[in-house]
């Protein structure tokens, strides 16, 4: 019967897509599972093979590594310990984020609302400082930095995080604003409020995912960043990235204690990006439902 | 309440673009004027420079005893309601109509029964916990309004409200406007390019184009005796005939290769320099059809039929292949290609000036 043969071809799409989705997640998910393995398990463990993937089954699990990596005493000398890196790593990236998604956002509502003489050339230098790998920065911004006396400090690093993700929150925040169409404010300012509380009340929450989304983008960049933080800041005001690659330098590698760090240090991430997961998608999906 | 002034107002934009040319409108007290024009000729930039959105190259503007030129829109003391209507999406009716009154930080107890005073009156009392975004487009223009009224201003300012709305919500919203405008006696300057809205609802008409003021009056005014070329083609449906002529002895206005010949009396003859390139105009309802034509009558033929049910419009074609439309009861049944006659209502006739545009009479 054809009702059946519905049925059948309907059941068999369903099956077809739900491996495909599961094989997806496995794809992505895996390496998220063998890091969480790796910090739960004895030095011996990591390496042996065949691999053990069960907990309490094939291997018995250790939060060891986890106390190691928390203690400020057991790894590198008194500054330099996991609890400081993330902290530092917390500070920098957190202040960065926050600054740079105001500035941006001040800057990208003048661009999108006022008529600023030159804007084209403007947002393409803005643009532009991106351009370059930033590797390519990396020696003159080492003399800048050392002619300042940046280096090592919490303004230097911050201040490069800012600048590197400025660019970004700009053009980003430009296309939200533009969307958003400038009669809300004109209502407000008809209504009795100056342009400023008109921003503060009426743009501003209407902007805020895509605000969020922007923060999500820059807070990322600035955890990650390994390059600079490793050359400019290699006695104080360290951050997570360099500190997990100094733990490979001692002997032999760590590779636990190192999944153990990892795994602390992704969570405030996965976090916060799950929090924002709606706005996030709104943010991105902006353009797309407005009029 | 207040009257509104505008004197010699001139916008130019970036790029040397004239918006508003010289113009200068008033308005009464409590008066419902329109400012008619097609997109593009000035009329929204006008009424923003009135509400401060936009700051006029020249020119002075009064509200009311005050000079606004430099005032900011906050402290003009009056409401703009938008073609978008620019509710605020992240706020419920209420608070969208509450937000004025925050603005002038009136206690809590005074918001809340204004804000119903005026959900009762625009029939919104139900809707007043939604989001905008869970509002029909005829809700979203009442709480609009409700935001506009609310705060009881001394001048409305109302861009294309009704522009968005289907036909029939349209023509429900006119009849409420008009009878609130009235109830509240506000000064009102609307702006719409919907020559219906503005003959319906305009006590006064300002008709625009190009930036510059055509004509003001009120609407029968504006119909029947258009000041200019550009106001005579504009307003009215089917559109005003238009026919380049010149004066000649007789006297009679013929046309260029002069198969079309109708003779005038002295009095308009006389108010018509000679030989002179002028437009004739007349509407389609001054065109009297006879299927017996006599003595006097322009013969033609019937070319197009447009039966609209209470009226039909015929497409006529007289001598030298010009078409002219007028307009004929239904009981008057006639064909394509049926002979007839055609006497023009002298007393109505348009003339007016090629080089200036302006009505000579």
Same mark, same amino acid.
């Given at each position: 019967m054809s009702t059946s043969r519905f049925k059948v071809s309907y059941v068999a799409g369903q099956i077809v897509s739900w491996l495909l989705v599961a094989l997806t997640l496995f794809f992505f998910l895996f390496p998220f599972y063998w890091m969480f393995l790796a910090s739960i398990k004895q030095p011996g463990d990591v390496t042996s093979l065949p691999p053990r993937f069960i907990p309490f089954v094939q291997f018995k699990p250790t939060l060891e590594n986890y106390a190691i990596v928390l203690s400020t005493s057991a790894m590198g000398s008194r500054q330099n310990t996991f609890p400081w890196a993330l902290l530092n790593s917390i500070l920098v990236g957190g202040t960065a984020t926050v600054v740079a998604v105001i500035l941006g956002t001040l800057t990208a509502y003048a661009f999108s609302r006022f008529r600023v003489k030159g804007e084209a050339d403007l947002l393409f230098f803005i643009l532009s400082t991106r351009m370059l790998p930033p590797v390519v920065v990396l020696i003159p911004i080492f003399l800048m930095f050392t002619d300042l006396g940046l280096p090592n400090t919490f303004v230097g690093i911050t201040l490069l995080y800012i600048t590197s993700g400025l660019p970004f929150v700009v053009w980003m925040m430009k296309g939200f604003f533009d969307e958003i169409p400038h009669e809300y404010e004109e209502a407000a300012m008809v209504d009795g409020y100056s342009r400023l509380e008109a921003v503060w009340k009426i743009v501003i929450p209407e902007a805020f995912p895509a605000m969020l989304a922007t923060a999500v983008f820059v807070l990322i960049m600035a955890w990650n960043e390994f390059v600079f933080v490793t050359l400019l800041n290699k006695q104080s005001w360290g951050t997570v990235p360099p500190f997990l690659y100094q733990i490979? @330098?001692? @002997?032999?590698?760590?590779w636990s204690r190192m999944a153990a760090a990892a795994i602390i240090y992704i969570t405030p991430i996965v976090v916060f990006t799950f929090a924002v997961r709606n706005h996030l998608l709104r943010g991105v999906t902006f353009g797309a439902v407005r009029r | 309440m207040a009257e509104i002034r505008i004197q010699n107002l001139v916008k130019i934009f970036p790029g040397n673009t004239r918006a508003v040319d010289d113009v200068s409108i008033h308005v009464a007290d409590g008066e419902f004027l329109v400012l008619l024009g097609p997109s593009g000729c000035g009329k929204t930039t006008t009424l923003r420079c009135v509400a401060g959105l936009e700051r006029q190259t020249s020119g002075d503007i009064y509200i009311g005893k005050r000079l606004v030129n430099a005032m900011p829109p906050a402290d003009r003391d009056i409401a703009f309601v938008f073609q978008f209507y620019a509710l605020y999406p992240h706020l419920s009716a209420y608070d969208n109509i509450a937000f004025p009154l925050k603005a002038a930080r009136l206690p809590k107890a005074e918001v809340d029964q204004r804000v119903h005073q005026v959900a009762e009156m625009l029939k919104i009392n139900h809707l007043l916990d939604r989001r905008p975004k869970r509002l029909s487009s005829g809700e979203q223009q009442r709480v609009a309004l409700g935001r506009a009224i609310v705060r009881r201003p001394q001048v409305f300012l109302l861009d294309e409200p009704l522009t968005n709305m289907d036909a029939s919500l349209r023509a429900d919203m006119r009849v409420e406007l008009k009878h609130l405008q009235q109830e509240l006696g506000v000064t009102t300057l609307y702006v719409t390019h919907d020559q219906t809205e503005a003959m319906v609802m305009g006590q006064k008409v300002a008709v625009m184009d190009a930036g510059k003021l055509q004509q003001v009056g009120t609407p029968l005014e504006v119909y029947n005796h258009p000041a200019t070329l550009f106001v005579a083609g504009f307003i009215g449906s089917p559109p005003m005939n238009i026919l380049d002529v010149t004066l000649e002895a007789g006297p009679s206005l013929v046309n260029s290769d002069g198969a079309f010949r109708l003779p005038v009396d002295t009095a308009l003859a006389e108010k018509c320099p000679p030989r002179t390139p002028l437009k004739m105009g007349i509407r389609s309802e001054d065109l009297h059809i006879t299927s017996d034509p006599t003595a006097g009558d322009m013969p033609a033929e019937v070319y197009v039929v447009e039966p609209l049910g209470d009226e039909t419009i015929y497409s006529l074609r007289f001598a030298g292949n010009h078409l002219m439309l007028a307009k004929a009861p239904p009981t008057l049944d006639l064909k394509v290609g049926d002979k007839v006659g055609v006497r023009f209502e002298r007393s109505r006739l348009h003339i007016f000036d090629v080089a200036t545009g302006k009505a000579l009479r």
């Open positions: 490979i @330098g001692y @002997g032999r590698t760590e | -």
